[in-house]
């Protein structure tokens, strides 16, 4: 009983001293701040999982088709993606270095993840990172599979391609 009560008041210790912590202003939420080993694998393990559990649209027949990835690409530059994540011989905007976690080169990535995950992670975005949801910013089905499509296609598009693809490209308003 004795024990119970000792590992009761430590609980009730520790929440209060989570609390001042947090509340109290001394938890940095800079940009700058470095996040310990534990948590940057802990963040990463959970958004993995997240996306793993959460998508499950399959992409459309069409899917992969030239004109579609080519689409995309109008798309990817439209809705600004290539600001944070670049482009082929598109520079990232300067203001990407200073997001934390920063935005990765998503030529490197589009291996790894499959349409269905970037279908949803481009739909839903990635909370509490710079990374926005574009159903929210106004991107229908159509055009976020389109840009899946165009970043499957990434690693072997050429700095030409992008920019003939991207010519008639106008910022989302
Ligand atoms: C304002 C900056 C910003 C814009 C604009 C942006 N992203 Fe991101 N994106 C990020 C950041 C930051 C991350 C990293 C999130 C993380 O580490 O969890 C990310 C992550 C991703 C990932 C996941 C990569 C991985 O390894 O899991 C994909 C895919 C992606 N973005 C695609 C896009 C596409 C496509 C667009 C445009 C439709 C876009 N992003 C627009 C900042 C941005």
Redesign the pocket.
């Known amino acids: 009983m004795r024990f119970l009560a000792a590992i009761g008041a430590l609980a009730i210790v520790f929440a209060i001293g989570c609390a001042i912590f947090f509340f109290g202003g001394y938890y940095s939420v800079a940009a700058t701040a470095e996040d310990p080993a534990a948590v940057t694998w802990a ?2 393990k959970v ?2 999982a997240s ?1 793993e559990r959460h998508a499950n649209e399959g992409p459309p027949v069409a899917f992969g088709e030239t004109a579609m990835v080519q689409a995309g690409a109008n ?2 530059a439209s ?7 670049g482009a082929p011989g598109v520079k990232w905007l300067k ?2 270095e200073g ?6 080169d ?1 030529k490197k ?2 291996a ?2 499959s349409p269905t ?2 279908f949803w ?2 739909k839903n ?2 909370n509490m ?4 949801s ?1 159903a929210l ?1 106004g ?1 229908n089905d159509a055009e ?1 599979w389109s ?2 499509a ?2 499957k296609k990434l690693p072997s598009v050429s700095d030409a391609d992008y920019k003939s693809w991207t010519a008639s490209a106008e910022p989302k308003q």
């Open positions: 963040l990463t958004r993995t996306i798309a990817y809705f600004g993606c290539v600001n944070c994540h203001y990407s997001l934390h976690p920063d935005p990765p998503l990535v589009a790894d993840l995950q970037l992670i481009v975005g990635i990172t710079g990374m926005p574009f910013a991107a976020i840009i899946v165009f970043v």
